[in-house]
């Protein structure tokens, strides 16, 4: 009997050991699984924020405001105005055609109050020494290789009796040879047009310049760079062009 009680003890003892075990085992099972669970999760959060930053990088960087004035600027210019070319869009959500005389004359005209407001009739496309240049693509004409040409605003009047135009003085400088790097200047004279957001200019001596007239749009949303044609003065036919951009 004694022993049978001992033999009992013994078993009793061993059960609540291995119990013991088990849970102990379960435990670090458990932990173990846990862990591997977590890095499994680390694993997926990397290669996911890895895939992010590879597509952020293709994006490129956010675009500020200038972008997207440009772009909406472009958008604009695909669209068209729905003006004919002697009127110009007040824009807003009514369309509304305006003269490009009546913008900035100090009066309201569009219902919008549009004409009248600062960014249209800033004058920094034209303040003095204000220098564009671009590389001139010539398509007619005349036979020249794609040379630098600079157009560097001198002096303006703004005349206060009737100020919806801007009348500018320029010298307008192009490379003779692309080799020697000689230049040719010569005296320009014309006007900004606040509602084209146009600066116009032709030789002041018509037998300089080659006869030619230069107009650059600033069509994209800023008064840093132009769309610039250059044509005969007198049929304003467009012999070349070259995008500006201010120096
Ligand atoms: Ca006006």
Request: glycine content about 8%; hydrophobic content about 35%; some cysteine.
């Amino acid at each position: 009997m004694k022993y049978l009680l001992i033999a009992l003890a013994a078993v009793a003892c061993t059960v609540q050991l291995s119990n013991a075990f088990s849970r102990e085992a379960a435990k670090e099972m458990l932990h173990d699984y846990r862990v591997k669970n977590q890095n499994f999760h680390i694993d997926d959060l990397e290669n996911t924020v890895t895939e992010l930053e590879e597509e952020l990088e293709g994006l490129g960087d956010i675009p500020d405001a200038s972008t997207i004035a440009a772009l909406k600027a472009r958008i604009r210019n695909l669209e068209g105005t729905g003006c004919d070319e002697d009127h110009v869009q007040c824009g807003g959500d009514v369309p509304e055609c305006i003269s490009p005389l009546f913008v900035c004359d100090g009066q309201d005209d569009c219902k919008n109050g549009r004409d009248e407001e600062d960014d249209v009739c800033s004058m920094d496309p034209v303040k003095v020494g204000t220098t564009y240049s671009g590389i001139t693509s010539w398509s007619d004409c005349v036979l020249h290789s794609p040379h630098m040409t600079v157009i560097t605003i001198t002096a303006f009047e703004r005349p206060p009796a009737y100020t919806a135009r801007v009348y500018v003085r320029a010298v307008v400088s192009f490379e003779v040879d692309e080799h020697s790097h000689l230049v040719q200047s010569y005296s320009a004279k014309g006007y900004w047009d606040f509602g084209h957001h146009r600066l116009n200019l032709i030789p002041n001596d018509s037998t300089q310049g080659g006869g030619h007239g230069i107009s650059c749009s600033f069509n994209l949303g800023n008064h840093e760079e132009a769309d610039c044609k250059i044509g005969l003065v007198t049929s304003k036919h467009q012999c070349a062009a070259f995008h500006a951009k201010k120096v």
